[in-house]
């Protein structure tokens, strides 16, 4: 039920972009993104509800098709406070609600 | 504005005794959900809790239970504690319709 998240880890330079996917097996309601930083809880940065629906907040964007049961998330002209794990979170059926595998990033000078 | 509030923010532990987390969510959320993490690993989904009574349930063993209270403060006891169970655990309120979670910093509970 877990969702899987490629790739599992990626570094970057300052000003890159990077794509995070995320893959169900099972039907989505909705997906949401988080950022966890070391030692640190997981931080809401956005929720699609809806199939097709794309979201932005400041340089990070994402989409959701929900035929496919993916969500990817877009992280352009990356900056060092982008470093962190992502993680989507999807709600399914019943209000379960799962994070998937989690991808590092990490953005160098 | 308070965000979600968790205590203690350490614990040990020895093998078979039981623990009680606790989590105040953030003001206006009415629906609270708790996560174990361990090391390395995403958030799994252990319950939410919404109106006081256990809604969905992950995949953990009945010596994990909650409650929630009537001001929408919650809960996590597990019982027979395993070395297994040594972990962050996360407790995230929202609101019941769903617009994102709020996680709080954690408990770090070691089992030795």
């Known amino acids: 039920q877990q969702p899987v998240q490629s790739p599992q880890a990626v570094i970057l330079r300052e000003g890159e972009d990077a794509v995070i996917n995320c893959s169900s097996s099972?039907?989505?309601?909705?997906v949401h993104w988080y950022r966890q930083k070391h030692g640190e809880a997981p931080v809401f940065l956005m929720i699609?509800?809806?199939?097709?629906e794309q979201k932005g907040h400041e340089k990070i964007s994402a989409s959701f098709n929900e035929k496919k049961q993916q969500s990817s998330l877009y992280l352009t002209a990356s900056q060092l406070s982008y470093s962190g794990t992502y993680f989507c979170?999807?709600?399914?059926?019943?209000?379960?609600?799962?994070f998937g595998t989690g991808t590092s990033l990490t953005v160098i000078p | 504005d308070a965000g979600v509030t968790q205590s203690p923010t350490h614990l040990i532990k020895t093998r078979g005794q039981q623990v009680t987390l606790r989590c105040s969510p953030k003001?206006?959320?009415?629906?609270v959900s708790w996560y174990q993490q361990a090391l390395g690993q995403g958030p799994q989904f252990i319950f939410q809790?919404?109106?006081?009574?256990?809604?969905q349930r992950g995949n953990f063993p009945d010596r994990f239970s909650g409650h929630q209270f009537p001001n929408y403060s919650s809960e996590l006891n597990v019982n027979a504690l395993l070395l297994g169970d040594s972990a962050l655990y996360l407790c995230?309120?929202?609101?019941?319709?769903?617009?994102?979670?709020?996680f709080g910093s954690g408990t770090r509970l070691t089992v030795v």
């Open positions: 979170g999807t709600g399914m059926t019943g209000n379960q609600f799962y």
């Open positions: 003001s206006g959320h009415d629906t």
């Open positions: 809790y919404y109106e006081e009574e256990e809604r």
């Open positions: 099972k039907a989505l309601y909705s």
């Open positions: 699609l509800l809806k199939g097709g």
């Open positions: 995230a309120s929202s609101i019941r319709t769903g617009k994102g979670y709020t």
